[in-house]
């Protein structure tokens, strides 16, 4: 098992920059691919980034591609989403993931509890 825990989350302006953090703890952390995803209401769940266990590769799709960067501290068991240059758009509930393997593309086994981000125009 591997228990996830989201930092909060909070209220940005448009424009501006929020970093969530996800804390690890239960099995080895170094042996999970590390994922974020967001759900809007009323719209579909969204991979926004994915992290190989080894860092050595990443996914963004296009919507977040250049403005959201995943990292992890495998030291410090946590994986971290720098959310720059942020929309409203952007406005959602994150969850932190966690996946058996080094891919970052699959099915997810472990999840956050969700933060919520607000982004104001």
């Known amino acids: 098992q591997v228990q996830l825990v989201e930092s909060r989350g909070g209220l940005v302006q448009a424009g501006g920059s929020l970093r969530l953090s996800c804390a690890a703890s239960?099995?080895?952390?170094?042996?999970?691919?590390m994922g974020w995803f967001r759900q809007a209401p009323g719209k579909e769940r969204e991979f926004v980034a994915g992290?190989?266990?080894?860092?050595?590769?990443?996914y963004y799709p296009d919507s977040v591609e250049g403005r959201f960067t995943i990292s992890r501290d495998n030291a410090k068991t946590t994986a971290y989403l720098q959310m720059n240059s942020l929309k409203p758009e952007d406005t959602a509930v994150y969850y932190c993931?966690?996946?058996?393997?080094?891919?970052?593309?699959?099915?997810?086994?472990?999840w956050g509890q969700g933060t919520q981000v607000t982004v104001s125009s």
């Open positions: 993931a966690a996946r058996a393997g080094p891919g970052v593309l699959g099915k997810y086994d472990y």
């Open positions: 239960g099995r080895t952390f170094s042996r999970f691919a």
């Open positions: 992290l190989s266990w080894s860092g050595g590769s990443t």
